[in-house]
């Protein structure tokens, strides 16, 4: 099915532990996004990728760097997991310029750091 | 820069009453506004969009929002809410132009609907 494709669905790391959130699109989208969502705090932008080779701070971007590695991939990573990074990762994507401007989500990756 | 504030945190109704979830925003642009769903363990789904024309947008489940320009608001309602709607329900803003991709969400509004 047609859609936004987040691995793994759950991890659990220690503190200092490093690991990589992969996220894959297969509707030709150019736009990619992460968010992370808290309790309370609704889902607030890591980073994302206007396009294919670039990609931008988002409201919420320490601690994590991203890479957009084709248009169809844009993965984000945590080089050093700290507790307070223990959150629901979405990623998600939208077409080009146009009428339509909603987001496809995936359906999350659940990280708990201890 | 924009910014969304959604009034309550959480709303519990009783099957078959009506609900508003109340969401204002803050923008010096126009906008576009969306209304997201998120069911239990699950990512979010896009339940209803404002992008231009009449003020007033319905999804296909029943629920309908309204733009009202004067008071910066997209209330989400519905006239006879089912157990099948108890969700997290985000209202959610865009600006209209230029290359700003960008969603920025309210808080969350947790809908409980009780038989």
């Known amino acids: 099915n047609a859609g936004v494709t987040q691995t793994p669905k759950f991890q659990v790391l220690k503190t200092g532990q490093s690991m990589t959130l992969q996220c894959a699109q297969d509707?030709?989208?150019?736009?990619m996004y992460w968010y992370r969502q808290d309790p309370g705090m609704g889902l607030r932008l890591i980073y994302y990728s206007a396009s294919e080779g670039t990609t931008d701070k988002g409201e919420v971007p320490n601690g994590y760097n991203v890479s957009r590695l084709n248009k169809r991939e844009f993965s984000l990573r945590l080089e050093s997991a700290a507790p307070s990074q223990t959150s629901v990762y979405f990623c998600?994507?939208?077409?080009?310029?146009?009428?339509?401007?909603?987001?496809?989500f995936g359906s999350g990756t659940r990280l708990t750091v201890v | 820069a924009q910014s969304v504030t959604q009034l309550d945190s959480q709303v519990p109704v009783f099957e078959e009453a009506p609900v508003e979830l109340r969401c204002n925003y803050s923008?010096?642009?126009?906008?576009?506004l969306f209304w997201y769903v998120q069911y239990p363990n699950q990512g979010l789904q896009l339940l209803l969009k404002y992008l231009s024309g009449s003020t007033l947008v319905k999804s296909i489940n029943g629920f309908e929002a309204e733009f009202n320009k004067s008071q910066t608001s997209f209330h989400l309602r519905k006239p006879s809410v089912h157990i099948s709607d108890t969700a997290e329900y985000f209202c959610?803003?865009?600006?209209?132009?230029?290359?700003?991709?960008?969603?920025?969400f309210g808080k969350g509004t947790l809908l409980t609907v009780n038989p």
């Open positions: 509707m030709n989208h150019n736009s």
């Open positions: 998600a994507s939208r077409p080009d310029r146009g009428r339509y401007y909603g987001y496809t």
């Open positions: 959610a803003v865009s600006d209209s132009g230029g290359s700003n991709y960008k969603l920025t």
């Open positions: 923008s010096s642009v126009s906008v576009y």
